[in-house]
């Protein structure tokens, strides 16, 4: 939920961001993804191992890199939102 975290700071401290309407999808694919994920580690931490769990999780973690071209800190993927938008 590292990028859900950041961007609720970011909601707080400086309003609802100008993003156009690709980048708001990428926003809120990347939130979903990150439930999804959590709800996948809660069920691995609770049942134990699940191929069909795992390969979920492997499958929703490639997406969400996806979501964000290559850079790996949340405040960097919400920077390139804001430079895509323009």
């Not at 970011?10 to 939130?31: A, D, M």
């Not at 959590?38 to 390969?55: C, P, W």
């Not at 996806?66 to 938008?85: K, Q, T």
């Amino acid at each position: 939920m590292e990028f859900s975290k950041y961007y609720r700071t970011v909601l707080e401290v400086n309003g609802v961001p100008n993003l156009s309407t690709e980048q708001h999808k990428r926003l809120f694919n990347i939130i979903h993804i990150e439930g999804q994920l959590k709800r996948i580690e809660e069920e691995l931490s609770q049942f134990g191992y699940n191929s069909a769990t795992f390969k979920a999780k492997e499958k929703l973690e490639s997406k969400k890199s996806e979501l964000y071209h290559g850079l790996s800190h949340p405040a960097s993927v919400f920077g390139d939102m804001l430079d895509r938008s323009k």
